[in-house]
């Protein structure tokens, strides 16, 4: 039974919990889900909504973060030899694509910063203006972030790493990687449709509840827009590159894309990427160890949804947001997204972190996490699956390229 449910697309759960969250608000049965539950004078302080979307969001982050630690772990435990000259090459054209991504999204959000998309703290948790801390020095956001609990995983990751190469217990590693994430992907397809209808269902109950949920729209129309423009850049980058007409890349690429909107994996996504990169004029078997380590740090699309989440909600919450913080953010949220697990919607556990890192409030973190994940399996996350895709892809081949046309520049490692 729970086999035939794991086989069910995500997107199809997804969409009948937020359809069963508008069915019970167009009923009027909305107050049954968002009362705590109880009877007479016993109450656990708990409604049905807000454990369903406890039901994710409360494991996600410790299993988020020994995720982070076995991943960094076993890929550095079963690691062999230094950086070859090829990936040096593909490298440089995930760092290009992830400059852009972080441009074109600082752009969107100073060109439409006037945009309302997120409610005011007071009307969401209560919190009132003048409990609203002001900015904080530079020294001090940069010191927060090096020390935050998700930089740290990652130290702890390294540490885990060595040591278990020290050990040889590098294949060992890696198998208990691939179940924990295998895990991991079974359990967010029980746990996200579970909290979209928590999510939809609470927001919905608010007295200004349509609103906010009507809101994201504008933000939704930002997103696609910037997602839209770094696409468009990088099959022209690619095009010129490869000396090929840019109606050749675009039918290379485009069925990865179709893939990758429908999976919302990274991972899932790789046997497309690499039919892709065969498209694109490289060998498919000699891509693959390149686009394959792109699936796990060159996450162009979740540096740029991270991005673009953060500085609005730092504009709702009353923080000042120059060109400075702007520019931390998106550093803060490159790092953070090479961290991302390739499974759906888990980078948005990150949001939360890098908004407390900004002088956001815990409470305020913890209500936008809960109000975007409305949306984000349904179409954020699949926008940004597709761009770290398409990346990895035009990357890879772009690097392969440029590498047999100067061999000689750099000796293989």
Avoid at 90 to 98: D, E, K, P
Avoid at 257 to 283: E, F, H, R, Y
Wanted: aromatic share 10%; with cysteine; net charge neutral.
């Amino acid at each position: 039974m729970l086999e035939k449910f794991h086989r069910i697309p995500l997107l199809l759960l997804v969409i009948i919990a937020a359809a069963l969250a508008t069915l019970v608000y167009l009923t009027g049965a909305t107050g049954f889900f968002v009362a705590n539950i109880g009877a007479g004078q016993f109450s656990i302080g708990q409604s049905i909504a807000s454990l369903a979307k406890a039901s994710l969001f409360a494991p996600l982050k410790p299993l988020m973060y020994a995720l982070i630690i076995m991943s960094i772990g076993s890929s550095i435990a079963i690691s062999r030899g230094g950086l070859g000259a090829k990936f040096v090459r593909v490298f440089a054209f995930f760092i290009t694509f992830s400059t852009i991504g972080a441009i074109v999204c600082i752009t969107g959000f100073t060109v439409f910063s006037n945009l309302t998309v997120l409610p005011d703290p007071a009307l969401a948790t209560g919190e009132i203006s003048d409990k609203i801390s002001g900015s904080i020095p530079y020294a001090a956001k940069i010191y927060g972030v090096i020390t935050s609990e998700l930089m740290v995983s990652i130290y702890a990751g390294i540490i885990f790493g060595y040591a278990l190469k020290r050990l040889e217990f590098g294949r060992e590693a890696d198998k208990a990687s691939d179940l924990f994430q295998t895990g991991f992907r079974k359990f967010l397809q029980f746990t996200i449709p579970l909290a979209v209808f928590g999510s939809i269902t609470g927001a919905l109950s608010e007295p200004n509840g349509v609103a906010t949920l009507g809101n994201l729209v504008p933000f939704v129309g930002v997103y696609m827009l910037t997602f839209g423009i770094v696409w468009v850049v990088m099959l022209i980058v690619t095009s010129l590159v490869l000396k090929k007409p840019l109606s050749f890349v675009f039918r290379a690429v485009f069925p990865q894309a179709v893939v990758a909107l429908s999976t919302s994996s990274s991972i899932a996504t790789l046997p497309a990427t690499k039919v892709a990169c065969d498209q694109l004029g490289a060998n498919g078997d000699e891509a693959t160890p390149f686009f394959t380590i792109g699936a796990t740090i060159n996450m162009v699309g979740t540096l740029m949804g991270l991005t673009l989440l953060s500085l609005y909600t730092m504009k709702a919450y009353g923080l000042p947001v120059s060109t400075g913080d702007q520019i931390i953010v998106a550093l803060q949220s490159l790092i953070y997204s090479v961290s991302a697990a390739g499974v759906p919607s888990a980078s948005i556990v990150l949001l939360g972190d890098i908004l407390t890192s900004q002088n956001v409030s815990p409470e305020y973190a913890s209500y936008i996490v809960g109000l975007i994940i409305t949306i984000d399996t349904l179409v954020l996350d699949r926008l940004r699956t597709a761009l770290n895709t398409q990346s990895d892809s035009m990357s890879t081949v772009m690097g392969l390229h440029v590498y047999y046309k100067k061999p000689a520049v750099l000796g293989e490692a």
